[in-house]
């Protein structure tokens, strides 16, 4: 039986076992499974591998998407691109990276970006992607395929445009498309939330979180809350879902 599988430091938020139970069932496979692997380093993956000789794939979540690179022995056009790992093709001693998140943004990204800009008229939209890691170079990958111009916000302001004390109503007014990446809000801590002044956010404006669980994160019921369109990440889960398989196959 071909074995699939996704790494990261916690899983327990995770959907993916039962999305890709419907993907084997839709494309006809009975001879495969799909398994969480908590990893507490990334050095771990070798073992990991070399303990289940059966692994054909892997999913890479937080907070391995870029430390996972030293370990492969190659990278897709797009993984080089990106700076950033997300499904692992694992064939023979071979272990392949590659980046879907940009498949999965594209997806999510469509129906907003049409949106705004029939608001915006002549001009392109601005956005602020909220954090740094691996899923924000996808993101930012994506935002630059539109001609969309952008600013990062981070702890520090080597790995980001912004911190996010200078995140103002200035720049939340400028920016109509908010994009968070980072975990804050994620089930179990489904309390918090990027730290924003909500009260500059209006009917205008479009927030897109990468979090899935909780369907409604705080940064969303707050952005509803203030009139803007919202939307979690389980379109983009299911489309990078997808183009894993694809890649895995050989696609």
């Not at 030293?70 to 997300?86: C, D, K, Q």
């Not at 009917?203 to 990468?210: A, N, P, S, V, W």
């Amino acid at each position: 039986m071909a074995r699939y599988g996704l790494i990261g430091r916690s899983l327990g938020h995770s959907r993916s076992p039962e999305l890709f139970a419907d993907l084997f069932a839709r494309e006809g496979v009975s001879d495969a499974r799909y398994d969480l692997f908590e990893l507490d380093a990334v050095d771990r993956l070798p073992a990991l591998i070399g303990a289940h000789p059966d692994l054909r794939g892997l999913n890479v979540t937080i907070p391995y998407k870029q430390t996972v690179i030293p370990f492969l022995h190659a990278l897709s056009t797009e993984a080089s691109a990106v700076g950033a790992v997300n499904s692992i093709r694992i064939t023979g001693d071979r272990w392949t990276g590659h980046n879907t998140d940009i498949d999965g943004f594209r997806a999510l990204l469509t129906p907003h970006l049409r949106t705004l800009t029939e608001q915006a008229g002549q001009v392109r939209p601005r956005a602020l992607v909220l954090g740094s890691g691996g899923s924000s170079r996808a993101v930012a990958y994506v935002l630059r395929e539109h001609g969309l111009r952008f600013r990062a916000v981070s702890r520090s302001r080597e790995r980001g445009d912004l911190t996010w004390g200078q995140v103002d109503r200035t720049v939340i007014g400028v920016c109509r498309l908010i994009i968070n990446t980072t975990p804050l809000g994620m089930w179990p801590e489904v309390h918090e939330a990027p730290a924003l002044p909500y009260d500059a956010l209006t009917e205008r404006h479009h927030l897109i979180d990468l979090v899935y669980n909780p369907e409604e994160t705080e940064f969303m019921r707050r952005g509803r809350d203030a009139g803007a369109v919202v939307e979690n990440g389980l379109v983009m889960l299911k489309r990078q879902a997808e183009a894993a398989w694809q890649f895995w196959m050989g696609g």
